[in-house]
Structures are given as structure tokens and as C-alpha cells.
């Protein structure tokens, strides 16, 4: 079945640790995004991708980096500079110009 | 002003009615409209895209006005199940922002 699937649903980690989440896409898509949600917040967006090897900063690139190495891939990886690492991490991919986007389910990462 | 905003309720409406979101961009170059609906700790899911002629599906309506910037949706005869928050998006070449959401509780 097509579809977009993050890796591990839920993640734990020491603080000052890097981890990186993982994105996989069979969908074919060109672009694909990473958001961050707090509770009863909206989404943020982290970094997207139009292509491979490119990328672009969202609204709260920072204290986190990116690759586009696959067109498949998209993988986040959240450095010991993000000061508030807590969050619910969805990963999304989208088709031609104007279609929509397509989630994966999300992981949650807890920092302690 | 904040690309997109919505009014985060929560609207507390019963069983039966109709509900009425709103949603305003700031971008005039935006490009293609839709709403997502979130069920508590999941992630987003399409719910339908919004057109400038306006566009139903089931008991839902969407509207899009490009002069005024202005996006909504209407749910008529509103189920219990349609509980959760409705999120409003808004794309842009390949850069896709959402509204803060809107939270629907359905009363029985």
C-alpha cells in the first residue's frame, strides 16, 4: 500500500542527546515536510524539501537539521541546541503543485 | 499578521446542527486551499479541498472567497463524530501552512 510512514511512534531520549526521526514515502511525492505540534497547538513547520539535495528552513528550523539524500526519504534529526525537544513530530509528503499533503501517523518524542 | 488564522473555539454545538468555521490567509499568492480534521493525539487528515466555486461532499461545504482572503466550512446536521479540530491550510508553491485549528465539540 502507498503511503508515508515515520519511525519510532514513540521516542525517548536524555537531554543533550541528538535523535533522528524517520520519514519514508512510497507515494512518489517531490516534496515532503516536517512539523512540530505542542499540545492544543497548531503545526509548525520545521524544514521542507522540493527536491532531492535541496531544502528550505519553515518557521522553527532551529536546534534541528535535515537531509534529502532519497526522494523517498526525509529524515530530522533534533540537536541538544533545540531547548524544548518535547513535541509530537508529523512527517508529510505532497504530490503536483496544488494537491495536498499526506501525514504519517507521527512520533512523539519526550525528552528527560 | 499571521498567515493563516482561525478561531480556536472550542464551539460546543449539539447533536443536529450546523457549524460554521472561518478562516483568514494573509498571502494573497496563495494557490490552493483545504480543510484537515485531527482527532486528539493524530495526525491530520484530509477532510476536502476548497474551490472558488465552492464545493460539497456529504454535509460538508467549503468555500473559498480570493478577494476578501477568506476560507470556510460548514457542517450541517452535525454527528457526534464530528468531534475534534479542524485545521485550515493553505499552500503556496511548495509550502503548505496551517491554522492554529478550531476546536468542535458535538453535544448529545
Known amino acids: 500500500d502507498g503511503g508515508i510512514t515515520q519511525s519510532p511512534k514513540y521516542l525517548f531520549r536524555k537531554e543533550g542527546q541528538n535523535v533522528t526521526l524517520s520519514c519514508e514515502q512510497n507515494?512518489?511525492?517531490?516534496?515532503m515536510y516536517w512539523y512540530r505540534q505542542d499540545p492544543g497547538q497548531g503545526l509548525r513547520l520545521i524544514y521542507y524539501s522540493q527536491i532531492v539535495n535541496d531544502f528550505q528552513k519553515g518557521d522553527i528550523a532551529e536546534g534541528y537539521s535535515v537531509s534529502r539524500e532519497k526522494k523517498e526519504s526525509f529524515p530530522l534529526t533534533v540537536t541538544s541546541a533545540q531547548k524544548n525537544p518535547t513535541a509530537f513530530y508529523l512527517c508529510?509528503?505532497?504530490?503536483?503543485?496544488?494537491?495536498?499533503?499526506?501525514f504519517g501517523q507521527g512520533t512523539r518524542l519526550t525528552v528527560v | 499578521r499571521k498567515e493563516v488564522e482561525q478561531d480556536p473555539g472550542p464551539f460546543n454545538v449539539p447533536e443536529g446542527a450546523t457549524v460554521a468555521f472561518n478562516c483568514t490567509y494573509s498571502?494573497?499568492?496563495?494557490?490552493?486551499f483545504f480543510w484537515y480534521r485531527q482527532d486528539c493525539r493524530k495526525e491530520p487528515k484530509l477532510l476536502m479541498s476548497?474551490?472558488?466555486s465552492g464545493n460539497e461532499d456529504g454535509r460538508f461545504t467549503a468555500q473559498l472567497n480570493r478577494a476578501s482572503q477568506y476560507i470556510s466550512l460548514l457542517i450541517r446536521d452535525s454527528k457526534l463524530s464530528d468531534s475534534a479540530t479542524y485545521l485550515c491550510v493553505v499552500k503556496m508553491d511548495d509550502k503548505i501552512i496551517f491554522g492554529k485549528g478550531t476546536r468542535l465539540h458535538i453535544l448529545p
Open positions: 498571502n494573497s499568492a496563495s494557490q490552493s
Open positions: 508529510a509528503s505532497s504530490g503536483a503543485r496544488y494537491t495536498e499533503a499526506f
Open positions: 507515494l512518489n511525492h517531490d516534496a
Open positions: 476548497v474551490y472558488s
